[in-house]
């Protein structure tokens, strides 16, 4: 545009170009959306000058450290009040309704505590290695950072995930019925490093981790578990741990429940047999319905939601193009296949897994079609690489019974209307 123009001017040229360019694309835009494009003629959005063209912006540095938009400040985590008595010992939700791809942003991995967060000087930490060890060891954050370093991404899920929908569907909100999950990449180092440099002694079987935090939460993992794949990690997404989520260091324990995941990391007991500790007896076991109860239910059973739509992402543009997308994970490994029904389990269609998919990682999957604009209840049927399928919520009540709260990983169904809300419902 000619700066000495006016506004007026500037107007016109715009239109007339905006008119040609539509003359010559228009319709076979209009066709492959398959939804009515906006009207460029006339639209002032278009044709009037915006401030943002107008007027200059910050400049940098105007955020040293970046926020999202302003336009996206719903997207946070949300808790519910009246689930806990009070803040901190409790849980909050990550928006998985607005979010896509396989990446939690750090700011909105959820959080679980059971005494607040620790706020810990890096240079006051202490991790300690004790017990069956030929040598007891304490490292400090400087000594840990000079061990070999991996990146893995994981998804991390609170074994209480869905932990309220065993009885029927009851939040209405991906977000409060999926949301204990988050999926990072990880800096750190292999769990058996430390272990090594310690020295395991052959009776060495079991690993008590222990928090520096006010709950001290103390879990027992199985040696080979310890061995295998758990990280000692101080880094995600590329930068510190978030306090929330176990600065300085945290243990990562892939695919089994988010509980073993010890924030706060400060020390490593090395026993022969497990310690029993109140998180391992009274919480995080399944009571059954004959009334005995499950225990060391470590791993993360397959799973998977579709997160948009969802009663917090509605349709808004009505019949014609859709996408369906959301989330799948298990702790067995990848993802073979994704299965979205749109008659509540009648039929299914295989989804489309992105391909950019991890391990004991979350993956993306979407099913693209063209929704007549009538009532359909939404499911997504995930299978894992081992084979095991994501059963029903009536097939898991029927090994169950009704009486537990964690390991839930029933099929989902939301229930879209035609003015394109949802909402939560079970079809039985
Ligand atoms: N030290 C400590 N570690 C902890 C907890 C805790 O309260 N204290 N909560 C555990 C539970 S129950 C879960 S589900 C995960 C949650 O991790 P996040 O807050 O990073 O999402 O941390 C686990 N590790
Ligand atoms: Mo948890």
Known sequence: MDSRSTPDQADASRRAFLKSTLALGGAGLAVAAGTRTAAAEGDPKITELQDWNRYLGPGVDAAPYGLPSEFEKDVVRRDVPWLTADATSSVNFTPLHALDGIITPNGLCFERHHGGVAEI???????????????????????????????????????????MEWR???????????????????????????????GLKSSGK??????????????????????????????????????????????????????????????????????????????????LADGKARKFT????????ITAPSPQAPVTHGKGRTVITGLAWSGNGTIRRVDVSLDGGRNWHAARIDPQSFPKA?????????????????????????????????????????????????????????????ENVEVS
């Open 121 to 163: 000087p890096p240079q006051d930490h202490r991790l300690m290695i004790n017990g069956l060890v030929d040598r007891p060891m304490v490292f400090t954050m400087e000594d840990l950072y000079r061990f070999p370093r991996e990146n893995r991404v994981y998804f991390l899920e609170c074994a209480a995930n869905t932990g």
């Open 168 to 198: 029927g569907a009851q939040l209405n909100g991906c977000q409060y019925t999926h949301g204990m999950v988050h999926c990072v990449m990880y800096t750190g180092t292999p769990l058996r490093n430390l272990l090594n440099e310690a």
């Open 206 to 287: 079991w690993l008590l981790a222990e928090g520096a935090d006010a709950s001290a939460m103390t879990r027992s993992i199985p040696m080979e578990k310890a061995l295998d794949d758990c990280l000692v990690a101080w880094k995600m997404n590329g930068e510190a741990l978030r306090s929330e989520q176990g600065y300085p260091v945290r243990l990562v324990v892939p695919g089994w429940e988010g509980n073993m995941w010890v924030k706060w990391l400060r020390r490593l007991e090395v026993g022969d047999q497990p310690w029993e500790q109140r998180e391992e007896t009274s919480k995080y076991t399944d009571l």
């Open 298 to 305: 470590f791993q993360m059973e397959v799973k998977s939601v």
């Open 362 to 422: 979350v993956h993306r999957f979407y099913y693209d079609f063209d929704w007549d604009g009538s009532e359909l209840l939404l499911q997504s049927r995930a299978m894992d690489e081992k084979g095991f399928v994501q059963p029903t919520k009536e097939a898991l009540r029927k090994v169950r019974g009704a009486n537990s709260i964690y390991h839930n990983n029933g099929i989902q169904t939301w229930h879209l209307k035609t003015d394109g809300a949802l």
